[in-house]
């Protein structure tokens, strides 16, 4: 599992070169960020049933479908394990912004996803969209919690529903 760093480390030292001015300036934009990083983690452990409460709410309410006979997450069980999928997604999602550096989800959480999810009729859209909700509600919340520089939060919430939708072609 890498972080911004170890991952800039392990891409130079497999050409033996010190750092240029092009790794200087990453390691810069990581340090940079690294409070309002961790502040933003901070803020989504500190809501983060509510926040996948609230995705979930407005998931459902945009794709009614899926909660009804036949819907993938109709059933309690169904359900619940949807909302626990979402729950993933968000504490991975934390861990990424932290470590700046979406390696951890690669790990963690997209490898045989969509082979699992297939063999379930998961439907990968919804998923994808619930994802993008999320996103939305921990941007909001930061932003709230007067965390301006906040240009990071998007990237592994991009990146979970980007290779989701991708690989699902
Ligand atoms: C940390 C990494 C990790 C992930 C990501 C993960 C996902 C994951 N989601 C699963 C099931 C599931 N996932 C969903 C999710 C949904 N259904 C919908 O209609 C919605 C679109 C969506 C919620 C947004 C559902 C309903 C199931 C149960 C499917 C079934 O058993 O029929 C399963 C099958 C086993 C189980 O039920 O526990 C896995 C492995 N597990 C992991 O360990």
């Avoid at 960020?33 to 996948?52: D, E, F, K, P, Y």
């Avoid at 968000?90 to 470590?99: G, K, P, Q, T």
């Amino acid at each position: 599992m890498r972080d911004a760093v170890t991952t800039l480390i392990r891409t130079y030292d497999i050409t033996g070169r010190y750092f240029d001015r092009d790794a200087i300036d990453r390691l810069k934009a990581y340090f940079d960020t690294g409070m309002a990083r961790v502040q933003a983690a901070a803020v989504i452990n500190a809501n983060a049933s509510a926040i996948v409460k609230q995705a979930g709410s407005a998931l459902f309410e945009e794709q009614p479908e899926l909660i009804r006979p036949g819907g993938n997450a109709y059933t309690t069980r169904r359900y619940a394990a949807c909302l626990r999928d979402m729950d993933y997604y968000l504490r991975y999602a934390s861990y990424a912004l932290v470590a700046g550096d979406t390696d951890v989800l690669d790990e963690r959480v997209l490898e045989g996803l969509r082979e699992t999810y297939n063999s379930l009729s998961v439907s990968i859209g919804p998923t994808v969209r619930g994802i993008q909700i999320m996103k939305e509600i921990v941007k909001a919340q930061v932003s709230e919690a007067g965390i301006a520089d906040n240009g990071f939060l998007d990237q592994p919430f991009d990146y979970m529903a980007g290779e989701l939708a991708e690989k699902d072609i």
